[in-house]
């Protein structure tokens, strides 16, 4: 039976996806993304989450049939899986218990990020397809996991009761972003594979971005129109992308664009709100600060 030899288990939108990208490049880690149609019907497990500890339903099929995601893994692999519900507590309170009881060796990765903005970028991720009809005032107002999951040390404290510290190795999304190599390095050393295999070279690893989507998502709606048109579509992949990406820009400005912006893009987080929120994770960020050693400070800005 394989069962993974690291976890990422969070933060969501904190460099998770990128991370994990960027490891399954090593030779040393199974690769699942290769594998990802093996895995069952369509939409069924996700390569990157498959949620198997944090949800009951997903957590009923066994654990044999978890240890199948990584059956195809050779013997001088490493494996690993990067589920972010695995940090979202009391939302899935079950997680920690359930990872210890399994896999009580597992080496568990947490990655963070300035809390505020985390919790609205997952607000960003969690609301794009209903067209933001709830602020993100209104949000955090009806639902808590976008901010429990922004305090991390509520999470780190549910793992605590079951594993030493050496289990863990906690990263800030600034580490993957301002000094990806020497961070990538970090993380080889700490699951036990070859540190010196360049994972930045060749394709660049492309992070999983909630601005980035909603920019996609606006300009596709945007020129949803003008695609119905007969032979557009095959003059479009004549053009240069400068000359497609002007059009888009002209067509932004007018009175049609400013109501596709309004009807698919977010309202901003008030200034007011983001006060309240950096007042609310004060005392969480210096506990953690003073946890993992790290200087916090432009987390209260």
Same mark, same amino acid.
């Given at each position: 039976?394989?069962?993974? @030899?690291?976890?990422?288990?969070?933060?969501?939108?904190?460099?998770?996806?990128?991370?994990?990208?960027?490891?399954?490049?090593?030779?040393?880690?199974?690769?699942?993304?290769?594998?990802?149609?093996?895995?069952?019907?369509?939409?069924?497990?996700?390569?990157?989450?498959?949620?198997?500890?944090?949800?009951? @339903?997903?957590?009923?099929?066994? $654990?044999?049939?978890?240890?199948?995601?990584?059956?195809?893994? +050779?013997?001088?692999?490493?494996?690993?899986?990067?589920?972010?519900?695995?940090?979202?507590?009391?939302?899935?309170?079950?997680?920690?218990?359930?990872?210890?009881?399994?896999?009580?060796?597992?080496?568990?990765?947490?990655?963070?990020?300035?809390?505020?903005?985390?919790?609205?970028?997952?607000?960003?991720?969690?609301?794009?397809?209903?067209?933001?009809?709830?602020?993100?005032?209104?949000?955090?107002?009806?639902?808590?996991?976008?901010?429990?999951?922004? @305090?991390?040390?509520?999470? $780190?404290?549910?793992?605590?009761?079951?594993?030493?510290?050496?289990?863990?190795?906690?990263?800030?999304?600034?580490?993957?972003?301002?000094?990806?190599?020497?961070?990538?390095?970090?993380?080889?050393?700490?699951?036990?594979?070859?540190?010196?295999? @360049?994972?930045?070279?060749?394709?660049?690893?492309?992070?999983?971005?909630?601005?980035?989507?909603?920019?996609?998502?606006?300009?596709?709606?945007?020129?949803?129109?003008?695609?119905?048109?007969?032979?557009?579509?095959?003059? #479009?992949?004549?053009?240069?992308? +400068?000359?497609?990406?002007?059009?888009? #820009?002209?067509?932004?400005?007018?009175?049609?664009?400013?109501?596709?912006?309004?009807?698919?893009?977010?309202?901003?987080?008030?200034?007011?709100?983001?006060?309240?929120?950096?007042?609310?994770?004060?005392? +969480?960020?210096?506990?953690?600060?003073?946890?993992?050693?790290?200087?916090?400070?432009?987390?209260?800005?």
């Amino acid at each position: 039976m394989r069962l993974p @030899d690291f976890l990422i288990i969070g933060a969501a939108k904190s460099g998770t996806t990128t991370l994990f990208r960027y490891l399954c490049k090593h030779p040393q880690v199974y690769n699942p993304i290769k594998d990802a149609d093996s895995f069952g019907k369509k939409g069924e497990v996700f390569y990157k989450e498959p949620n198997f500890f944090s949800r009951d @339903d997903i957590y009923a099929k066994g $654990i044999d049939w978890y240890a199948s995601l990584f059956n195809r893994a +050779s013997p001088q692999q490493v494996c690993g899986e990067a589920t972010t519900d695995y940090t979202k507590y009391p939302q899935f309170p079950e997680s920690a218990a359930r990872i210890a009881q399994h896999l009580p060796h597992v080496k568990m990765i947490y990655i963070m990020r300035h809390p505020v903005e985390r919790a609205y970028s997952y607000y960003l991720q969690l609301n794009v397809k209903s067209k933001f009809k709830e602020t993100f005032e209104e949000h955090i107002q009806n639902k808590n996991v976008s901010l429990d999951g922004s @305090d991390y040390m509520l999470q $780190i404290e549910q793992y605590l009761k079951f594993f030493p510290r050496e289990s863990f190795l906690f990263l800030l999304m600034d580490d993957l972003s301002q000094h990806p190599k020497e961070t990538l390095k970090k993380v080889c050393n700490f699951i036990g594979i070859d540190d010196e295999i @360049d994972l930045l070279k060749e394709n660049e690893v492309k992070s999983n971005q909630a601005r980035k989507r909603l920019e996609y998502t606006y300009r596709s709606r945007l020129t949803a129109p003008l695609r119905k048109f007969p032979g557009v579509n095959s003059v #479009r992949t004549l053009l240069p992308q +400068s000359w497609r990406d002007q059009a888009y #820009r002209l067509l932004k400005r007018t009175p049609y664009g400013e109501w596709v912006k309004k009807e698919y893009l977010p309202q901003p987080m008030r200034p007011e709100t983001r006060q309240m929120l950096l007042e609310r994770f004060h005392e +969480s960020n210096q506990r953690l600060a003073e946890f993992i050693n790290r200087d916090l400070s432009h987390w209260s800005k």
